[in-house]
């Protein structure tokens, strides 16, 4: 049966058919077969029982008369028939009796037991058994062997009879078949190929051709109906798939934009994230969405809060007006108040199709030019305006939805980005000034300590340094016949004294501003660096030498002989200091240059100067620094000498051009050489000198002064300076023997016209000193010399009613203009008697 599944229908018809005519033929066939083979045998038994009869009728009688030779030849009658195979007569019980053929041919054993009438065929062969009658009495029986020849021949007539009435219905039937199978088989197989060519073709449009209208034709029906319905399906679902590939394809191309923007936009905010500034982030803003969106210009402002205007922060993209002139960026500024989506609070942006059509701001900036259409983002954060992000393309209507969408979330992110900037910058400003504060405050607590320590020894060295200052000022007052060398040598002592006392007295003065009660005088830069390379020479040439060094000393001077305002001898000290540290910095030699000129440009910031501020340069070809020495040479007590540096000498610099409002910079390089430029500022000295020479100060009368100091080189000091303007001078070692010495001259009617005193001694110090004298004889001036003198910058800091403040080491000069300002005139007359 499974073999059937893969055979056509024509021939399964075909098979049907002949299988059941030939089942039906075979059938009739058998059944006259088996008619006709019982009808033989039943002809050929009955002519074997005649022909047994026969012999029985023959041989009885002759078996009776007991005639042998009757009974021989009715065996041979028998015998010689061809049909007769085998003939035996056999007696009741048995025993045979005559047999044909030979007995050992015949059949052997007992003979069955049989009725009056018995047979069978068997191999083809028919055997019987009869009994033989005499007179109703049987008397013995009769075995027969027959050939069935007119059986067989029979049978072969009713085979072939049977084969003939086969084949021929067969045949018949089969013709028949083939004929009638087509007119069963083409709707069928029409349906079949139909069916086959729509599932190929995927054509619904086939029909089946009806035939007939009986079921088959029903069926075409049906199936032409359900091709019909199938192909109006199909139609809906090519419609539906078209619709849906298309909005799949919508989608996809819509997708591809979003990720393609979401990409752009990851891009710009990495970029955004890597720019700290305002100005590169909306550079690289504008440059993403020049090259990646396409757009022709952009533009971003930022909103002032001051002028309530938006100013342009950054421009991206030739801007060109119809004439063919360029826009600047400076002429789209425009008033915030005038963009309406900057007012709005819901980040709602603003787009002009077409720029010809009278736009509002702000893009009537844009209407004269080749731009077709434009895009206004707000920019805002906090619910707060930022700023404005413009961007536009040529074409008119070049804008799309999604480009909107992008465009908004973009200006959120820039606005976000930018804020953030901005607080990064201000940040980092504040912690730029807290950072500057701070070193600021570290370096004035740094001097702070200086100047407090300064304080405790200015006194001892101000004591030890008035002997020398004050005996060459004495020789260069008192004695004209000095040689000019000699001359020459002892101002270059009294200007370094000087120069030392002035250092002591600035030591506290590192971390104050200049006292405006000092005042400053016009100082020749050149006449300054020529003063600085004279008091240098032994230590750049003269001991450089002996150490088999070699110095070269170059001064480049600016011909216009340059000028500022300020304390020669400060920025004296702080030159040398310079020049030293630079010879330091060439253990090997070098070149050592002192340079000037006028700056082109003020450079000041703090300071309003009338002429362009000097530029004074110290420059070695020495070790020079790495960043953290350059960094930290201005740190007061920050030294690289090891023993041989204070970490002083660059301190007491900065302090000297902080003090004169000026600027200080220092360029160095490992290996190079070091260059420290100092840039003052040119002003007009706060004390004009007169126009007039004064004349010179009328002669005082002598005057009996008492002066009390517990140093016996300053006593001696004084008394010859005081003496030699005619003085009667009386001296106290200490306070109690300067109060021993006024009150016995007061006893005496012989009062002081002036007592000077010291500051500091032993048991009674010059504060008690002044108020017991100030007690006994109010009017009685008191000038306090003290070698803190300069740290003391009010009266109050004395704590003393003293009339008049000298600091050590005093000039000749000083002192007679001390005398003049606090004695009265009238006490001349006093004084000579």
Known sequence: MRSLGSISIRHKLLLVSLATTLTALSLASAAFIVLGVSLARQSEIQRAEALLGNFGAQMVPALHAQNHAEVENVFQQFSNRPQVIAFCLYSLDGTLLKSHPEPSLAVQGPVPAMDDFNCRFRDGQLEMHRLVPLEGTAVGRVFLRYDPVDYRAQLRTYGTVAVGVVLVPFGLAWLLSSRLR????????????????????????????????????????????????????????????????????????????????????????????????????????????????????????????????????????????????????????????????????????????????????????????????????????????????????????????????????????????????????????????????????????????????????????????????????????????????????????????????????????????????????????????????????????????????????????????????????????????????????????????????????????????TSPPVVIEVSDTGVGMDDETRRRCLEPFFSTKEQRGTGLGLAMVYGVVQRHEGTIDVESQVGQGTTIRLTLPHRHSSHPAPEATPPPPEPMPALRILFVDDEPLVRELVREILQSEGHQVTLADGGQAGLDAFFAAAWQNRKFDAVITDLGMPTVDGRQLTHMVKRESPTTPVIMMTGWGSLMQAQTEIRAPVDLLLNKPPSMRELQNALRRVVPRPCGARSAL
């Open 182 to 609: 087509e007119v069963l088989c083409r709707p069928i197989l029409q349906l079949t190929q139909i069916a086959e060519r729509v599932w190929k073709e995927k054509d619904y449009s086939l029909r089946g051709t009806k035939e007939t209208h009986d079921e088959l034709g029903k069926l075409i029906d049906s199936f032409n109906v359900m091709l019909e319905r199938i192909q109006e399906r199909d139609l809906h679902l090519d419609r539906a798939r078209e619709n849906l590939e298309h909005r799949v394809a919508e989608r996809t191309a819509e997708l591809q934009a979003q990720v393609s923007r979401s990409s752009l936009l990851n891009q710009i905010t990495r970029g955004m994230a890597q720019r700290q500034d305002l100005d590169s982030l909306f550079h690289v803003t504008l440059a993403q969405l020049e090259s990646r969106v396409a757009i022709d210009f952009g533009c971003v402002y930022l909103f002032d809060p001051a002028t309530q205007r938006l100013e342009v922060a950054a421009a991206r993209g030739p801007l060109m007006t119809s004439a063919g002139q360029p826009l600047p960026a400076g002429d789209l500024a425009i008033e915030a108040a005038a963009v309406e989506c900057l007012e709005s609070p819901h980040n709602r942006l603003d787009y002009v199709p077409d720029l010809t059509r009278n736009p509002k701001p702000p893009f009537h900036r844009l209407a004269d030019t080749p731009l077709g259409s434009a895009v206004a983002v707000p920019l805002r954060v906090e619910q707060r305006r930022f700023g404005l992000l413009v961007v536009a393309r040529k074409q008119v209507a070049g804008f799309t939805p999604r480009d909107h969408d992008f465009l908004r979330v973009l200006g959120e992110q820039l606005a976000l980005a930018g804020h953030q900037t901005q607080l990064h910058a201000d940040l980092k400003k504040a912690y730029d000034e807290l950072r500057q504060t701070q070193e600021t405050i570290m370096r004035q607590e740094r001097l702070r300590a200086l100047g407090q320590m300064a304080s405790g020894i200015a006194h001892d060295i101000n004591n030890a340094l008035s002997p020398v200052t004050g005996f060459a000022e004495l020789l260069l007052e008192t004695e004209p016949d000095l040689k000019p060398s000699s001359r020459r040598f002892l101002e270059h002592i009294k200007t370094a004294g000087d120069d030392v006392a002035h250092i002591v007295a600035r030591l506290r003065e590192f971390y104050r501003n200049r006292r405006e009660d000092r005042p400053f005088g016009s100082v020749q830069v050149n006449r300054l660096l020529r003063q600085v390379t004279e008091l240098t020479r032994p230590r750049w040439r003269d001991i450089s030498q002996q150490n088999g060094l070699s110095i070269q000393l170059e001064l480049v001077l600016d011909p216009r002989n340059p000028e500022v305002t300020g304390d020669e001898a400060e920025i004296r000290e702080a030159l040398t200091n310079l020049v030293f540290n630079a010879l330091d910095a060439m253990p090997n030699g070098g070149t050592l240059t002192l340079r000037s000129r006028v700056a082109e440009l003020t450079i000041l910031p703090r300071a309003e100067p």
